[in-house]
């Protein structure tokens, strides 16, 4: 299990979003997040990133699918009940990036996308995705 650290790892400061503000929670159903809080927290464990929060779309949901991760079916085993198209998620910043490219870039949710985003993703593009 990783630390609890909701940090941006540069002197303890709370987490914020992407917009300069307090990162407000992406969804609590279904549970989302590293940490399963809600919230796109990261940590130093984090490595995928999982800060961006996205409004899930068929089109990305068949994308990720393609890519190797199914995010659609449940797997009871590790508590996941799979996500639809509409569900909030706090997805990898990498991946969203990825989608990006291939044109399945789901919608993003400022307030809710962890200013660690930022580290992979340029603002402009959450910015011209933002719901």
Not at 54 to 74: H, I, K, M, Q, R
Not at 91 to 110: I, K, S, T, Y
């Amino acid at each position: 299990m990783a630390v609890r650290d909701l940090t941006q790892g540069d002197g303890g400061e709370k987490a914020r979003n992407v917009l300069g503000g307090s990162l407000k929670p992406c969804s609590f159903d279904p549970m989302t997040g590293f940490f399963r809080d809600g919230h796109c927290h990261t940590c130093v464990q984090d490595h995928g990133s999982h800060t961006v929060c996205v409004v899930l779309t068929e089109g990305f949901l068949a994308f990720s699918a393609s890519c190797g991760n199914d995010l659609s079916t449940p797997r009871p085993e590790f508590n996941f009940p799979g996500l639809h198209s509409g569900d909030r998620w706090c997805l990898c910043a990498a991946r969203w990036l990825e989608a990006f490219h291939a044109g399945h870039a789901p919608e993003v949710v400022l307030e809710a996308t962890n200013v660690a985003s930022l580290a992979i993703v340029p603002l402009e593009l959450l910015e011209r995705h933002a719901v």
